[in-house]
């Protein structure tokens, strides 16, 4: 199982001080989280993909190559690529030559994004988000798979004897996670390929999650992929921790009472109760976090959001220890201890090869 941390790289100003970071220091934060993620042991480093205030990750790929250099072992992927709004042959060309620079450490979630106006800027109208959603990722999917490429569509130019380059790293595409808050469709494109499913698991209540990912589950299966216990599933998860949960929850209170998304809304004690959010110590996260497989089933990756809100970057440093020194060990021992022997775990660039391979034997 693996198990990382996303972010969505937002710039808030930080309640208890009032002090905005710039977009230069909150872009080198961002980097030293995903540094500081590799050094605890995490698996999977992830950004966001937004084109408006207050977030700056509008260019992913060149974020995630950057980090490609500085770090050896961890999983460089994106918690959102808008597939709506991003001409799919730009996508399948981005990823591939950051599979080349990092070495096959690399994966993508595709998603709609939850911020309307971002349609019209790119000239797509959000009435069409779900047959854009559908029809981009068919074309990149066979712009991955297919040397030369001719299609036409609603959406986009037709391409003519067309080759994305680079090719793929060994001739495996990146794999895909498709990420949804709320559409069934979106779970059901999933199931159809035989891709991934993440379910954000931030915002709404357990019960939404748990009937997209049943419904991804079946059609999986449905599909001829295996059984549906042997679907690819994701989760985000949220957390703040300190040794004392009455420290945590003091300190971490200001920052949800003022986050761009939730500030003003639901109480902590609310929001805590109703939502993965845990706020306390480490061993309450280590047993909400095991909670989720009762709910869920066996699942493959496990992301956290950590570094939201204002936290300075100190405190996220110091979060990102925690998670590694004293949470995710149990949990890898936990998770793994439960998983049956048929469960697949994660998909990398290696295992996907060895598939391939294996595949062109028989």
Known sequence: MQFGIFTVGDVTTDPTTGRTPTEAERIKAMVAIAEKAEEVGLDVFATGEHHNPPFV?????TMLGYIAARTERIMLSTSTTLIT?????????????LQHLADGRVDLMLGRGNTGPVYPWFGKDIRE??????ENYALLHKLWREDVVNWQGRFRTPLQSFTSTPRPLDDVPPFVWHG????????EQAAYYGDGFFANNIFWPRDHFVRLIDLYRRRFEHYGHGSADQAIVGLGGQVFMRKNSQDAVR????????????????????????TPLTVGSPQEVIDKTLSFRQSFGDYQ?????????????????EQLDLLGEEVVPVLRREFDALRPAHVPEAPTHASLLAAKKTEVLS
Do not use: C, W
């Open 57 to 61: 990750p509008s260019s992913p790929t």
């Open 301 to 317: 990756r496990q992301l956290f959001l950590m570094d939201h809100a204002g936290l300075p970057l100190k405190t996220v440093l």
């Open 85 to 97: 709004t991003n001409d799919p042959v730009k996508i399948a060309e981005d990823f591939a030559m």
């Open 180 to 187: 949804s808050i709320r559409s069934p469709e979106i779970a």
């Open 251 to 274: 300190e971490f209170r200001p920052y949800f009472d003022n986050a761009p998304v939730y500030g003003h809304g639901p109480s902590l004690e609310e929001f805590t109760d109703q």
């Open 129 to 134: 988000g779900i047959p854009l959603a559908v």
